[in-house]
């Protein structure tokens, strides 16, 4: 049996000045800095990046930009491109979040040319996927996460897929409160696994993390985490306090 090493990356959205993100860095890193058993990785906005860079120097957490363009450099008002988080010593990139499909218009398309460009440039791409509360009632959910999936993974080779971290973060469980039961959760996860078997082999599917993402908790994160395909969780109101992100950190690392 493969063991996959659980990730909790911290999505922060559209928070924290870089003070402020430097601060609640430096406190994880004084909690779980030094550990190893869990990924960690805090994403703050691109404001924060080059202040949470430096607040985590030395230590096991690692740096994640929210988004970004495909393209490298050039007349993209507004954009930041792959070297320039990387520049920052960022080492993933969270791409694809519903909140850029349904604000921003990002489409699987789109979505799909950052994923490539992101692995292009040694980034791990943190790929979001995910139904909404509609498209769950009219019992599409596992189709509209194939599609995506698919269409967002498209010519990404077999030897750089286990580098990339999917995120299942169903539309209608982000910031309401509302978490997917374990099952439910389970149930998109094995069969994303599936997807990735029959897309790159068995034996790549079983080394990529797929991570849950909608309202994870320190309450509701160890029956969460002890799924068999839930390989760590992308947390965003819970990523904002020190605390309370340090606790899902301990509840990974306590999986077995
Ligand atoms: P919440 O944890 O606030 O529900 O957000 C989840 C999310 O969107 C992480 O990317």
Request: proline share 4%.
């Amino acid at each position: 049996m493969i063991l996959r090493k659980k990730v909790i990356a911290g999505n922060w959205k559209m928070n924290k000045t870089p003070a402020d993100g430097a601060v609640l860095v430096r406190d994880i890193v004084a909690a779980v800095g030094k550990q190893s058993d869990v990924d960690v990785v805090v994403c703050p906005p691109f404001t924060g990046l080059e202040s949470a860079a430096k607040a985590l120097d030395g230590s096991n957490v690692k740096l994640g930009g929210q988004n970004m363009h495909f393209e490298a450099n050039g007349a993209f008002t507004g954009e930041i491109g792959a070297p320039m988080l990387r520049a920052l010593f960022a080492t993933h990139v969270i791409l694809g979040h519903s909140e850029r499909r349904s604000y921003f218009g990002e489409t699987d398309e789109l979505i799909n040319k950052k994923v490539l460009a992101a692995l292009k440039n040694q980034l791990r791409p943190i790929f979001c996927v995910g139904e909404t509360l509609a498209e769950r009632e009219a019992g599409s959910t596992l189709k509209v996460v194939q599609t995506q999936v698919e269409r967002g993974l498209e010519g990404v080779s077999k030897d750089l897929a286990p580098t990339v971290i999917v995120a299942y973060e169903p539309v209608w469980a982000i910031g309401t409160g509302k978490v997917a039961t374990t099952a439910q959760a389970q149930e998109v996860h094995g069969f994303i696994r599936g997807l990735l078997t029959k897309l790159f082999t068995e034996p790549v599917a079983q080394k990529v993390r797929i991570l849950y993402g909608g309202s994870m908790k320190p309450a509701n994160a160890p029956e969460l985490l002890a799924q068999k395909d839930i390989d760590g969780g992308l947390i965003g109101g819970a990523s904002l306090e020190a605390r309370s992100f340090v606790e899902l950190v301990t509840a990974a690392a306590a999986v077995k």
